[in-house]
């Protein structure tokens, strides 16, 4: 029986992909006649136990201290905490004799990939955006020390890891839950009460919202709702971008129905979060694209839009761009141009084809197979 860890937590982003792998993963070592059993070391709070749980596998809490960039009155006590994670995580993986771990990355991460390495686990880890996050380059050094590889979404993302990273990195996409690739556009059409003639724009601002995408949305909602029935994801404490109507049809969170919404979706409008763009991409959706930026991120959303955007796949409104005008104007001329919404499934379609959780467990079983 082999023991095998998945971290990674902080956001659903840095979840779901990971929960994603592990039904792959078990399956193809199935395949191989090979029994694992998958348990996840995640924070000790937060939404980390309620996900993975709900996804029936075994969760370890452990204490996580957010990692930054900056000096806060918040660093301190968030490295005593990363500390603490660090031999929590490595009681935890020496009591499950755990034969290797898959990080997905984000703060929580860190000390688990720490402890794995310290142990002499294989560490394998994935990051989702274009340009490596903090957690993902403290992790890489694990992944190198202790024989594991890297995994990154785009082919771009190469250059921005360390030379030492030569002949240990594998391009996969990013992983993305089965419940997306087999969605049902007939059930969230059931969902949303709306017949198979109508157009569905679907506002994503990720899991909690996003202020800025509420406004715009408010600002335009008389456009917008000229061609399309808007179906707006707004966030659980943000403020809607208008009242409900039978052409706008707010919810604070979308929950499982999700999957099959987006399949029913003509359009997404949203932010460019790994989790909303290679989801969209799965179902082959364009999009347009309103990336968080500013002083108050690394510009990872930004660069994942530009990505899409080069590849043919989604149109972008960043900064200055961001506004009513923009919008209503670049979703009107999609609207109406049939061809052009097409090339841009199209492209959406041939990033969502990368071999995403497949291939992520293939080279692991091919790595366990190898093992003496």
Request: hydrophobic residues 40%; aromatic residues 8%; charged residues 25%.
């Amino acid at each position: 029986m082999l023991n095998i860890a998945f971290t990674g937590g902080g956001t659903g982003g840095h979840i779901y992909p990971g929960l994603a792998v592990a039904p792959e993963l078990a399956g193809a070592l199935a395949e191989r006649g090979r029994d694992c059993r998958i348990f996840w070391i995640g924070s000790n709070t937060g939404m980390d136990r309620a996900i993975v749980g709900g996804a029936g596998l075994e969760f370890f809490g452990v204490p996580a201290g957010r990692l930054r960039r900056y000096f806060s009155i918040r660093t301190v006590p968030d490295f005593f905490r990363v500390i603490a994670g660090f031999f929590a995580a490595r009681r935890v993986l020496k009591r499950e004799k755990a034969d290797l771990l898959f990080s997905k990355g984000g703060f929580v991460s860190v000390p688990p990939c720490a402890a794995a390495a310290s142990l002499g686990i294989p560490v394998f880890t994935h990051e989702s955006d274009y340009s490596p996050g903090l957690a993902t380059r403290i992790n890489i050094r694990f992944a190198l020390r202790s024989g594991g590889k890297v995994f990154c979404a785009c082919e771009d993302t190469v250059r921005f890891l360390p030379a030492s990273c030569a002949g240990r990195v594998v391009v996969s996409g990013n992983p993305v839950r089965g419940e997306f690739r087999s969605a049902d556009p007939e059930k969230g059409r059931a969902f949303l009460g709306l017949g198979r003639d109508e157009r569905i724009l679907l506002v994503l601002g990720g899991s909690q919202g996003a202020l800025e995408i509420n406004r715009l949305v408010g600002e335009s909602l008389d456009d917008l709702t000229r061609w399309y029935t808007v179906v707006h994801q707004t966030g659980q404490d943000k403020t809607a971008g208008g009242r409900p109507s039978p052409r706008y049809r707010p919810y604070p969170y979308i929950g499982e129905e999700l999957p099959h919404v987006l399949a029913a979706a003509e359009l997404v409008l949203g932010r460019s979060g790994a989790g909303t763009v290679w989801e969209s991409a799965a179902l082959a959706k364009p999009m347009v694209l309103v990336p968080l930026c500013g002083s108050g991120t690394r510009g990872d959303q930004v660069e994942n839009a530009r990505c899409f955007e080069k590849a043919g796949a989604a149109l972008v409104l960043a900064g200055e761009d961001a506004n009513r005008d923009s919008l209503v104007r670049v979703i009107g001329e999609l609207a109406e141009n049939r061809e052009k919404r097409r090339d841009m499934a199209e492209a959406s379609r041939r990033m969502g084809e990368c071999g995403g959780a497949g291939l992520i467990a293939k080279t692991i079983v091919e790595f366990l197979e190898e093992k003496p």
